[in-house]
């Protein structure tokens, strides 16, 4: 029976209760098949899954979707349920920042200014300031988290490790519709033209995986999204796993975000490059 709670003193007790290790699943709600991958991986590893539904405001910008962004927390729970979670935390804001947005934040550092952080300037901020948050009200000893947010990722365990927190990060390939497109809570904000649009960015991210050399990877991804005009690319970009500079040879990773309409979307796919 999944339990649905909302506070603080809730939660401590619920943690308290756990049979073994606690194994956290965050999310903004508004869950799809992505979301309930990592619910179902989370479970394979452990019997206790926390799942918190918080829709966190300190990771929008001005200009961005935090008052459309879906909140289906009653469809939410049933998902929950369905997949065997224990403990659902969806707290109000006044939970998680009480006394009103918090004067100390998280710093993201050199790689949180990049790709995303360049386009979106504190997100990663307020993104790792309520992820801290929550591992630690949470007592998580292993959280999971999805690749298709892979500079997310790349932070979220950069951020455990140089703090030291003690928590498992695990990374959950990227799920995707059958037509290629990665899930995402914002995909229904898509037109029917538009999402047919937004099938350019995982072709481009596919094709440009095929090639081997870096510049023949890029140029691949970035003919095929020219060739599609509803797509508006924000950046396009072939880094290391670690967010740097791409390597003469070995893994990396081939990432993208666009404006399709007015819907934002992000995308990456892992490329094995090979020195000529």
């Given at each position: 029976m999944t339990e649905v709670i909302h506070t603080r003193a809730e939660l401590a007790a619920a943690v308290a209760a756990a049979p073994g290790e606690v194994a956290v699943v965050m999310t903004m709600g508004a869950l799809h098949e992505g979301h309930r991958t990592l619910i179902r991986t989370a479970r394979e590893r452990s019997a206790f899954v926390l799942v918190t539904i918080f829709v966190n405001p300190l990771q929008f910008g001005p200009n961005e979707?935090?008052?459309k962004?879906?909140?289906?927390?009653e469809a939410d729970v049933e998902a929950c349920r369905a997949e065997g979670v224990a403990v659902v935390f969806a707290p109000s804001r006044e939970e998680i920042y009480p006394g009103g947005a918090p004067q100390i934040t998280m710093n993201a550092g050199s790689?949180?200014?990049?790709?995303?952080?360049a386009s979106r300037p504190g997100h990663f901020a307020g993104m790792l300031t309520v992820v801290e948050k929550l591992l630690l009200l949470t007592r998580a000893d292993v959280a999971f988290f999805g690749e298709k947010d892979f500079q997310q990722l790349a932070l979220i365990r950069r951020m455990v490790h140089d703090l030291e927190l003690g928590v498992e990060i695990v990374g959950v390939p990227t799920v995707r519709e059958p037509d290629g497109l990665a899930m995402s809570?914002?995909?229904?904000?898509l037109s029917p033209d538009e999402r047919r649009a937004a099938l350019a960015l995982s072709r481009a991210?596919?094709?440009?995986?095929?090639?081997?050399?870096?510049?023949?990877v890029l140029a691949t991804a970035t003919k095929l999204l020219a060739e599609e005009p509803s797509v508006r690319v924000d950046y396009l970009a072939l880094t290391d796993l670690h967010l740097g500079p791409a390597p003469a040879e070995g893994p990396g990773r081939l990432l993208v975000a666009?404006?399709?309409?007015?819907?934002r979307l992000i995308d990456n796919v892992a490329v094995h490059l090979v020195r000529r």
């Open positions: 979707d935090f008052a962004y879906p909140r289906t927390l790689i949180g200014e990049l790709l995303e952080g809570s914002r995909n229904r904000f991210l596919r094709l440009g995986a095929e090639q081997t050399d870096a510049e023949a666009a404006k399709v309409g007015t819907t």
